[in-house]
């Protein structure tokens, strides 16, 4: 679970029902279900239009994703080529077969699998870049969706805006609608707002971050692939990797790996 997005969150509307009371406000003269309805749901379905309809229905699937914080157990990755490089240097790159099967990480897999199979350096590199840009543009289609909503939603809070200020004016000499019709024309401009700058535009910068953290991974695994086949020494394999690294976890786990 994610904290930093449970404690944005949370954060983030208690300070926005503090500053509704210590305004003088209650919650109550913010709650309009017209508004709601227009911006909120109004919002999300105009996703359908933009998108598929699966990809319009996972929308909040992707955004549950941010409640997780993405392992990509970067030590046991480097560990592990680390043992690869110092087996293909004693006793050559066919030994590594019998080990491919057992490995757990397919990228990492299929791109051992073509050090065995004698592919060229230059190839393998193609095919592994290849699949992370299709991972990227996956996770790129997943984002457009929040980023979609994110525009939408204020779009419709202006459009709410409009609709209850042509309703007002229209109906100037019945005193008893001004009030609903100023309340939809404020409060879905509000929602709008609350609905891109505390949702869904936050939700899509750690969406982007996630993506930054795993193509990193993907990343340092064509590193270690390619070192594998250049028959690189490990511990200049495991200097290559941990560059890779923030420079805080680089020192904990350097410590781990190169104690020997």
Known sequence: MDLATIIGLVGAFAMLVLSIFTSGGTIFTYMDLPSFLMVVVGSYFTLFINFGMSEALGVFKVIGLTF???????????????AFSDRARREGLLALEEELEDLDD???KKGLRLVVDGTDAEVIRTLMETELNQMQSRHADKISLVDAWSKLAPGLGMLGTVTGLIAMMKNLEDKSSIGPNMAVALITTFYGAIMANILLIPIMGKLKAHDAAETQVKEMIIEGVLSIQAGDNPRILALKLLSFLAPDARKSVEAEILKD
Do not use: C, D, N, Y
């Open 68 to 82: 997780k914080v993405p392992s990509f157990g970067e030590q046991a990755i480097i560990t592990k080529l680390m």
């Open 106 to 108: 397919e990228f990492m």
